[in-house]
């Protein structure tokens, strides 16, 4: 077993290499006009950033792989090649006008964790796979988990024709463009399985600020929470003149409002009750190319994203968000299309690899609790796909998904010293 206090040091040593990284990383990808960053799923900020990590992984000698869907492997050889690998990563696209953490942390801890333990003359039995994966974030395709489930050959039929929002060019073509494989994918071919993988490990900054406020540095997952998202909904009622008397109205943005205010006292009534879920409605507009000020909304448009902890809490929210539309449009005479629906499901980390963690976070010192994750991972299509997983959180005060997203050097190297801790005693 090697030493805490050595461990420690060798993470603490790779400071300015880890802050190298990513500021390397925040400078390729600013975002001029938006602010932050934006690495576009299988886009140039995307390719720029898996180009940077690889180059990084190739000069502390591992070997770098792609599948078909170029997600990138930077392989650190194990003794035993025969044995399953451990997988650790994340992903490396952002939203637009993004944070520079999101996911990019846990591909970076991945790195700095491997180049620390070589350089206290550690190697391990198995393979150790530092994973960068491409599309996770369902803002550019409205496809959620892109890179990982098309790893697993798990994704979903039809994925391959969705459309890019900015580009309008089908997912197929940008994978292709990247050099990948679309047929590959259409097939379910998979670049990852139970037989050559026995574990997934993510870190990842924690996206509401329940460390910050806990004064914790570190988190220990032990969730991550199931959806049902209808990422292109519509009401549709009736355009009509500005002074036209309520009576007559179809109006299908106030439709749209009281669907809205209608899930936030769901999500009230469940607070007070001490079930956890969340309600995100993160597109909500009328048509631009038809509104105006002196005209009844004809139809109006929405995305909703709904999460619990419990996929029988799912079915029962799903049942209130039908029971909602019914009413609604019942009173106001409107038409609820939901459209397509998308679903994750609910992901419980390794009870014993918890207990491990724990265990290493005390021999290094480290402040950590338990924590269950408010937002969405690829460490989740590994749980699907039967391989187990475990998460380790980052302090980020500010949130994620916008340009103000924080994390300190400091915590990072924490949680990326528990990481080495736990893959010298346990690989």
């Known amino acids: 077993m090697f030493g805490a206090i050595d461990m420690k040091q060798a993470v603490g040593n790779l400071r300015a290499k880890a802050q190298q990284l990513f500021d390397a990383l925040r400078s390729g990808s600013l975002d001029h006009e938006l602010g932050g960053v934006s690495r576009d799923s299988y886009g140039r900020g995307e390719q720029f950033a898996h180009d940077l990590v690889a180059h990084h992984a190739a000069s502390i000698g591992l070997e ?203 999500w009230e009534q469940w607070d007070r009750a001490g079930r956890q879920m969340a309600v995100t409605i993160g597109e909500f507009h009328t048509n631009n190319a038809r509104h105006a000020m002196t005209k009844v909304p004809g ?35 409107v038409k609820f299309e939901l459209g397509r629906r998308t679903n994750s499901e609910v992901a419980t980390a390794d009870a014993a690899v918890m207990l491990q963690l724990e265990d290493c976070a005390r021999r290094l010192a480290i402040p950590a609790m338990r924590l269950a994750s408010p937002a969405s991972h690829d460490a989740a299509t590994f749980f699907a796909a039967g391989i187990p997983f475990a998460m380790l959180f980052v302090r980020n005060p500010n949130g994620s998904h916008h340009s103000e997203e924080a994390m300190d050097t400091g915590d990072f190297l924490l949680a990326t010293a528990v990481l080495a801790e736990w893959l010298a005693n346990g690989v």
């Open 299 to 333: 139809e109006f448009a929405f995305s909703l994203d709904v999460r619990a902890y419990d996929e029988r809490d799912l079915e029962e929210l799903f049942a209130r968000v039908l029971q909602i539309v019914s009413e609604i449009e019942s009173r106001r005479g």
């Open 64 to 266: 770098v792989r792609h599948d078909d869907a170029r997600n990138s492997f930077m392989v650190w050889a194990g003794s035993d090649p025969d044995l399953p690998a451990v997988v650790i990563g994340s992903h490396l696209d952002s939203v637009a006008g993004g944070g520079n953490f999101d996911g990019a942390a846990g591909v970076i801890a991945g790195l700095i964790a491997v180049e620390a333990l070589q350089g206290i003359g550690f190697r391990p039995q198995c393979d150790v796979i530092v994973m960068a994966i491409r599309a996770e974030e369902s803002a550019w395709f409205h496809v959620p988990y892109v890179g990982s489930r098309a790893a697993l050959g798990r994704l979903p039929a039809g994925a391959l024709v969705a459309r890019r929002v900015d580009t309008g060019r089908t997912l197929e073509d940008h994978v292709r463009a990247a050099g990948g494989d679309p047929e590959a994918l259409r097939a379910g071919k998979a670049s990852l399985t139970t037989e050559c993988v026995k574990f997934f490990f993510e870190v990842h900054i924690e996206q509401a600020p329940t460390l910050a406020n806990s004064q914790y540095p570190i988190g220990i997952g032990t969730a991550i929470p199931g959806n049902f998202r209808f990422p292109g909904a519509r009401v549709i009622g009736e355009y009509g003149h500005v002074g036209l008397p309520r009576r007559f109205r179809n109006d299908a943005a106030l439709a749209g409002a009281e669907f809205a205010v209608a899930l936030e006292q769901v």
